[in-house]
């Protein structure tokens, strides 16, 4: 896993932790004792975009912190082209399935953009957890939260309005739903439109008037294979159908 070592190694070592350490998701909320275990045996490293940092077909993964950047996630159980399923961003763990299980990865993640990850080699976390059993309802919440986000991205698809439903898959995509990414400041969904259209299960001509529509009415601002919401409150207005 060697990607391109600039400008995210200029990162400071006690504002990568303080990335990790405030997310809201489980790794946030979970002792302060085991974040500082945890992130003691930690090693740093980045993934170029477009690059994987495990696959499904990979035999076991490491417990792996995004610090900065975003990853996408593709499932092990899609037939055909594998869609896109998710993307993620600074504050985000990943790799907690196979230490939980002891079986290979369910899903294959990849670099969306040049990325930042705090590594903890599965056997540490695995020495960890034999020292403090107790730890391992930590790695249980981390499971749960998976399991939320997968249920809401399902959830999001029975929304019969197409605003409603467009709306709601932006604001995960970029973050801006619990667990929420640790630099509120960034609104930038780096998704293409004809992703984003078979996400939102619409036309890509659908998809192009919806957006224009967000435009029009101040919500987001279009770029090149990007989206950047503007109004998050209005945003979660509409998704919320109201």
């Given at each position: 896993?060697?990607?391109?070592?600039?400008?995210?190694?200029?990162?400071?070592?006690?504002?990568?932790?303080?990335?990790?350490?405030?997310?809201?998701g489980w790794f946030g909320c979970a002792p302060k004792a085991f974040q500082d275990a945890v992130l003691a045996r930690c090693d740093w490293f980045t993934c170029a975009t477009g690059q994987p940092v495990y696959t499904a077909a990979d035999e076991s993964a490491d417990l792996l912190g995004v610090a900065d950047g975003t990853v996408e996630f593709y499932s092990r159980f899609a037939s055909g082209d594998n869609p896109l399923l998710h993307i993620a961003h600074?504050?985000?763990?990943?790799?907690?399935?196979?230490?939980?299980?002891?079986?290979?990865?369910?899903?294959?993640?990849?670099?969306?953009?040049?990325?930042?990850?705090?590594?903890?080699?599965?056997?540490?976390?695995?020495?960890?957890?034999d020292t403090r059993p107790e730890?391992?309802?930590?790695l249980g919440c981390a499971a749960l939260e998976y399991g939320d986000i997968a249920a809401s991205g399902f959830a999001d698809l029975l929304v019969?309005?197409?605003?409603s439903r467009c709306a709601r898959m932006l604001l995960r995509l970029g973050g801006l739903r619990y667990p929420r990414r640790s630099r509120s400041e960034r609104r930038d969904v780096p998704v293409t439109q004809d992703e984003l259209a078979d996400m939102v299960n619409?036309?890509?001509?659908?998809?192009?008037?919806?957006?224009?529509?967000?435009?029009?009415?101040?919500?987001?601002a279009q770029g090149y294979r990007t989206l950047h919401v503007l109004d998050v409150p209005r945003l979660e207005s509409?998704?919320?159908?109201r």
């Amino acid at each position: 896993m060697n990607g391109a070592r600039e400008p995210l190694y200029e990162i400071p070592i006690a504002e990568r932790i303080a990335l990790l350490r405030r997310n809201e998701g489980w790794f946030g909320c979970a002792p302060k004792a085991f974040q500082d275990a945890v992130l003691a045996r930690c090693d740093w490293f980045t993934c170029a975009t477009g690059q994987p940092v495990y696959t499904a077909a990979d035999e076991s993964a490491d417990l792996l912190g995004v610090a900065d950047g975003t990853v996408e996630f593709y499932s092990r159980f899609a037939s055909g082209d594998n869609p896109l399923l998710h993307i993620a961003h600074e504050g985000m763990w990943v790799g907690y399935g196979p230490l939980l299980s002891g079986q290979a990865p369910r899903h294959t993640v990849i670099a969306r953009t040049d990325t930042l990850f705090a590594r903890i080699p599965r056997r540490a976390v695995q020495e960890l957890l034999d020292t403090r059993p107790e730890w391992w309802r930590v790695l249980g919440c981390a499971a749960l939260e998976y399991g939320d986000i997968a249920a809401s991205g399902f959830a999001d698809l029975l929304v019969p309005d197409n605003d409603s439903r467009c709306a709601r898959m932006l604001l995960r995509l970029g973050g801006l739903r619990y667990p929420r990414r640790s630099r509120s400041e960034r609104r930038d969904v780096p998704v293409t439109q004809d992703e984003l259209a078979d996400m939102v299960n619409v036309s890509r001509s659908t998809l192009v008037q919806i957006l224009r529509r967000f435009e029009r009415d101040g919500l987001v601002a279009q770029g090149y294979r990007t989206l950047h919401v503007l109004d998050v409150p209005r945003l979660e207005s509409l998704a919320a159908g109201r």
